[in-house]
């Protein structure tokens, strides 16, 4: 594995730089592939890394997707189709300081228009009594997260950043999204069983790796439901350490590498 960096050059040549360039080298699941994005050149925080991430977890999709041709196996999943944008979406932590930052930075009509959606799904998950456990995810154990799924899909509630059944943030959407990917009929992913649904397999999650940079040893993998990412967001500002990019990078590569 190699990992590079250069400078941007677009500050003046005795300014510090703002952002470098990172490039990766790797193998993906025997497939040597290339990644590359600008990341802050000043020690940082995981939230402001996440293109790059998104291009990482887009080469491991990428491989997969390629395996599974191989063996004459398509990608079910295309616009228009968002069953699956009805899920419990969970996100990692610094994705869901992200879209609380990108939901702030909206125009006001826009804003307002996405702000009604999260509402109307707050009233819903009140409802149901399931609000109070979606706002702390950390009190779910690992058991109870699958039956916590089911009755949250059971409820129908489309993604906010849902319209004409197609994601409206697709370049920014969340990584676990990037890797939902089936190659069994769409027509099922409306009632998804075990025995109907056939998921791309990949080489490792960048989501899991991610998710995992600030979490300790024997610790559960932090998740946040993207349902209430701006709420959660709010009540639990970033106040981790900054680091340099390489070593937060190392860390999520590090644990990309457990999981093959």
Known sequence: MHIGHRKSKKKPARAKPETMMSRLTLAIGGRPVKVEAMVPARPTRPHLMLPLFRELAGAVVGAAIASA??????????AGCGACCRQLVPI???????LGVYSR??????????????AAARVRLQESEMLETLLHPERVSEDDKESLALRYFGLGIPCPFLEAESCSIHPRRPIVCQEYLVTSDSAHCATPRPDTIRMVTLAGKVSSALARVDAGDGENEPWVPLIVAAEWSRAHPDRGAA??????LQKVLANLEKEE
């Open 105 to 118: 930075s909206l125009p006001s009509s826009r804003r307002r228009e996405l702000q009604a959606r999260f």
């Open 69 to 78: 041709a191989e063996r004459g196996e398509s990608i079910a999943c295309g």
């Open 92 to 98: 990692t932590p610094p994705e869901a300081y992200d």
């Open 243 to 248: 680091l340099p990019a390489p070593d937060i």
